[in-house]
Nanobody, 124 residues
Framework: QVQLIESGGGLVQSGNSLRLSCAAS????????MAWFRRGPGKERQFVAV????????DYADSVKGRFTISRDNAKNAVYLQMYSLKPEDTAVYYC?????????????????WGQGTQVTVSS
């Protein structure tokens, strides 16, 4: 069982940066791949980024590639999403997820545990 709590959301102006954090409970955190998803206004929850269990492999949605960076600190049971050059279209609730499989990471059903989400609003 893994519990996930996101933090770091807020209101920022376009072009600015923000760093999201996800704190995980449980001694098995190191065995999970971790991901970030987001749900924009009127949209379905969509994949943003994924990192494998040891942090050696990452993947990103095309819409954030080159602007967002996912990382993790297994000693702290935490995963992060550093967001640069934010755009109004990045406005969404951002969710942290934990799962066993790296392949198929873009699919919501492949993730076992979810946080409650943190709101990010980017003003133009």
């Amino acid at each position: 069982q893994v519990q996930l709590i996101e933090s770091g959301g807020g209101l920022v102006q376009s072009g600015n940066s923000l760093r999201l954090s996800c704190a995980a409970s449980g001694r098995t955190f190191i065995s999970y791949n971790m991901a970030w998803f987001r749900r924009g206004p009127g949209k379905e929850r969509q994949f943003v980024a994924v990192i494998n269990s040891n942090g050696g492999r990452t993947d990103y949605a095309d819409s954030v590639k080159g602007r967002f960076t996912i990382s993790r600190d297994n000693a702290k049971n935490a995963v992060y999403l550093q967001m640069y050059s934010l755009k109004p279209e990045d406005t969404a609730v951002y969710y942290c997820a934990a799962g066993r499989f790296f392949s198929g990471a873009t699919l919501r059903n492949n993730w076992d545990y979810w946080g409650q989400g943190t709101q990010v609003t980017v003003s133009s």
